[in-house]
């Protein structure tokens, strides 16, 4: 029996598809990411999974339980954090997760403790008698996902559990995460920051409601990203400098970033001479250019021709 089985999973609001027939399964031990940009439906198959939203065709079972038709036994082998601010700002820290841990069921005797304990992972010991509301938005999603460390449920579903968090508290909670699975049947996330994904143990890339691909984190920048990525760092951008890039990268296809540019090449050794010479025949001043691994942004750009945003 899988952690998570989804078969045929069909959510309409009205007359908009957010998830179009999908399937795939999560394995016992795992974590599986859902990686895409915001619209793609991985938020909405998240909510079914947590049984939030019912499911308009086809079906979702964890631990072989249905959750359209057996609700309150799957929530009580989940734990799920939504996107969205959940915490109280009318309540300390504290006060927020001793809460969360009354909902779970856990004994008032232990409720401190365990509060005390997580927002000691989440480096919020010296605010948990703060008032949320004077939370930064890192600190309350920091507190959010202390949540996800309270109570013994066997499945973690987790919406965007990263977004607006700097890159090291980012990579130190997947590694939380990971940590945490050994004590898991398993771990779903959804996200659009591929290094987070990176942490998974297999990764569904999410687009227009569909799974479009899905593998290691390994496979698919092997499958899509091709060998190398070259980032240039311009003076300025423009019309004509997207059209001379485009020539010297694969398939034509080119990815603008905030301050410059992102193609790619298998033989990119071969290709930045090229580069330089065509940027500065056509009045272009590269200011830095390097040549860096393939990631899960550039297989899923590679292999939808979209690019991850926000």
Do not use: C
Request: aromatic share 8%; hydrophobic share 40%; proline share 4%.
């Amino acid at each position: 029996m899988e952690a998570i089985e989804v078969n045929g999973l069909v959510k309409d609001y009205g007359n908009v598809r957010a998830v179009d027939n999908v399937s795939f399964s999560v394995r016992r031990g795992e974590v599986f990411a859902l990686m895409g940009p915001n619209g793609s439906g991985k938020s909405t198959l998240a909510s079914v999974m947590a049984t939030v939203n019912r499911p308009t065709k086809g079906s979702v079972k964890i631990m072989g339980l249905d959750v359209a038709s057996e609700v309150e036994k799957v929530r009580r082998l989940i734990n799920y954090i939504p996107e969205f601010r959940f915490s109280s700002p009318n309540l300390t820290g504290k006060e927020n997760l001793v809460f969360y841990a009354r909902l779970l069921g856990l004994p008032e005797s232990e409720t401190e403790q365990v509060s005390k304990v997580v927002l000691n992972k989440v480096h919020l010991s010296d605010s948990a008698d703060k008032m949320v509301s004077a939370y930064s938005s890192g600190m309350r999603r920091r507190l959010e996902m202390a949540s996800a460390f309270i109570g013994e449920a066997s499945i973690l579903i987790l919406d965007e559990p990263t977004t607006g968090l700097d890159p090291s508290i980012r990579r130190e909670i997947m590694g939380w995460f990971i940590e945490e699975l050994q004590k898991k049947e398993a771990i779903l996330f959804t996200t659009h920051i591929g290094e987070d994904a990176d942490a998974a143990s297999r990764v569904g890339f999410m687009k227009d409601g569909k799974i479009v691909a899905e593998g290691t984190p390994e496979e698919l920048k092997k499958q899509f990203a091709g060998e190398s990525t070259i980032h240039l760092k311009m003076g300025a951008k423009g019309v004509e400098a997207v059209e001379a890039l485009k020539k010297f990268s694969k398939d034509s296809k080119l990815l603008e970033t905030e301050d410059g540019y992102r193609l790619y090449s298998d033989d990119p050794e071969k290709v930045i001479p090229r580069v330089f010479e065509a940027m500065s025949r056509a009045g272009y001043k590269i200011l830095e250019i390097d040549s860096v691994r393939p990631t899960l942004e550039d297989a899923f750009f590679r292999m939808t021709g979209a690019p991850l945003g926000g």
